[in-house]
């Protein structure tokens, strides 16, 4: 038996959609409206209840009246290739007059009671924020790139320090600065050994011409001396001559 057909009028009819960016809770607006002259219940269900939030989820629709359903789609990592499969489903029956119980009412409810409409969702990614998700999924890529290339350079380091050549190039390279150290400490050794000969023989030659200065001096001072008596005695001689 087919079912009655939907009383209530739903904005949108066919579709719900959600523009992204969908970093954060994105929600979307459902509003059902009742025409009819009696009280309408309504339930809305979907097939991801975990993706979605929907406030009120039931309730009661007075006559001539609407009311406004709130959609609310969870933070996800979308992907533009991937197409939603998501559906949501209003179902409602008209309100018994005497109804106390809403949940005991739906458990009780006949089949033929029962209508129901059936929206499907459809994400919307806007060029601009569709460019800067390109953008962050690119450069989440390329730290990851980074990182896995900056763990592979440890290995290759390792690698290259144990090469044979490598090893055999640094010892010769040792060595060669070893023979040059030694070199060089021998010439300073010998630079100071002529220093200090070139020092000694300068004491040396010093001395000796001190000697001879000296020498040259108590000569002419005995001369002077002597010379001295000398004409101190031709004076005296000359002067007993003048008497």
Request: contains cysteine; charged residues 30%; hydrophobic residues 35%.
């Amino acid at each position: 038996m087919a079912r009655p057909e939907q009383v209530l009028l739903l904005e949108p009819q066919h579709e719900l959609k959600f523009r992204g960016p969908f970093s954060d809770v994105v929600t979307t607006n459902l509003k059902l409206s009742n025409p009819t002259d009696r009280n309408v219940c309504f339930k809305v269900k979907t097939t991801a209840p975990r993706r979605y939030c929907v406030r009120p989820n039931s309730g009661i629709i007075d006559a001539g009246t609407s009311i406004n359903v709130s959609v609310m789609l969870q933070p996800f990592d979308y992907d533009p290739n991937e197409k939603s499969k998501h559906k949501f489903m209003v179902q409602s029956m008209i309100a018994p007059p005497d109804m106390t119980d809403m949940e005991g009412v739906w458990k009780e409810a006949k089949p033929d009671e029962l209508m129901d409409s059936k929206l499907r969702c459809v994400f919307d990614m806007p060029v601009e924020n569709e460019k800067m998700h390109d953008m962050e999924s690119n450069k989440m890529m390329s730290s990851s790139l980074l990182k896995s290339e900056s763990s592979v350079l440890p290995a290759k380091a390792m690698s290259s320090t144990l090469d044979d050549g490598e090893v055999k190039k640094i010892m010769e390279e040792c060595k060669r600065l070893q023979m040059e150290a030694q070199r060089l400490r021998e010439e300073n050794k010998q630079i100071r050994e002529d220093d200090g000969l070139r020092m000694r023989k300068s004491n040396v030659m010093s001395s000796q011409h001190a000697s001879v200065v000296m020498k040259k001096d108590e000569g002419l001072s005995a001369r002077t001396v002597a010379l001295l008596v000398l004409f101190f005695v031709v004076g005296v001689i000359v002067g007993k001559l003048a008497l």
